[in-house]
């Protein structure tokens, strides 16, 4: 059994369907995504690919179709989509070529895209997709292919008038279409978030949805449980994981309800409103024969040696699957911890600076709880995390060496959080090393015992709850600086217990 089969016949629990009036439908779900690939200039000109700029800045003649003008593949573009597709597991396509791609819009001045059809740079991949309960789904990728993306207009700088800003015009696209192997829209958002890891680890895409460097086209249909296949409908451009769960979890309400009341669904483009909530049609989905796809005689078709793959696959760096598997031996950390440390390639490096030569789960556990946690508050990203990796570890080893107990590490990492400060310097500023001298344990117990002397009667005559009462008030007299463990053991050859 595979991997999928065996993950299908688990989803045969009533777990993964949606109920409906007639019984359980299961939900079919594939995406089509267009990655922005990280390049200084275009596909097929030199203008900058930057987001941003003045409107129609960044546009050359070739951006602007100008008559005349000769596209030139930008080979940097080329590799970007080589090294996506080895990190993606799939076949590298040798030979591959480009097509126009015919449409009218006001934001495509060619009047086509140049696309790939028949003959994609990248063949057939996947993605492994781990789900919060510890299953794997396999979601098989189809094919990527290099394609332009076009301008866009702006129906909101002029009451009667649409204006056409080209910047856009020509930045080189990764469009990665998977198979309809994702079942419900919580696992279309894992992919989502899998894909776009794995093309930052890379570096070949930024994965920056608000800025339109990421988007997913999904196709969603409905079906009775191991039943035919449904017709699909297609939802454009979402751009965020929250409005790709919603217009999924819509879309398939709709369909379930239009066959149940016995109508069909009709093959077609919709758009999903987020302020609505729902999706709507756009237009009845076009067949490929529509885009009269045809080799563009512009440019040869793209001819790439084995070495030069090669060469590229051999400067992949360590991907987020073999990292995790690394991680869990290595350091013997948890998948679930695991996970979350290599999500990004940044944290992970920051997480395997903090343990080396100190304890890995300590660290993972620092960096997931505390660090993770004020990041968070402070709306920060790792890279800009005022406590760096090197201050992290020197505080985990004052931790270690008892100078700190774990309440105190806190403090003090609270402190470095907020003035960036050193560990060593704050512990030292403040006054904030824990009491390990036993003399000055013994004398403040003695002191409350003194102070309390009915409540000490109590305890030595057998009343041991009272005992977490005398930890509070000694570790009260002492600024909370009393190391616990030794307090503790100290307080009960006092007592006798
Ligand atoms: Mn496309």
Redesign the pocket.
Known sequence: MSVQEIYDARHGEKGAYIAGATGDWELIIGM?V?AQISSKAKLFSGSPADYGGEPNEHVSLVDAAMPGMLPVINEFCVAQAVRTGLGLKAQINLRSVFDR?NYFYPDLPQGY?I?QFTFPIVGRGEVRVDLPNGDVRIVRIERL?L?QDAGKSLHDQHPSMSYVDLNRSGVA?M?IVSQPDIRTAEEATLYLEKLRTILRYLGTCDGNMQEGSMRA?INVSVRKPGGPLGTRCEIKNVNSMRFIRQAIEYEARRQIEIIEEGGAVRQETRLYDQVKGETRSMRSKEESHDYRYFPDPDLLPLELTQNWVDEIASSLPELPDAKKTRFMSEYGLSAYDAGILVAERETAQFFEQVAKGRDAKIAANWVITNLYGALNEAGLSIENSPVTAASLGRLLDLLADQTLSSRLAKDVFEIMFATGGDPEAIVAERGLKQVTDTGAIDAAIDAVMAANPDKAAEVKAGKDKLLGWFVGQVMKSTGGKANPQMLNDALRQKFGL
Do not use: G, I, V
């Open positions: 089509e267009h791609k895209q696309s292919h394609e696209l469009e086209d």
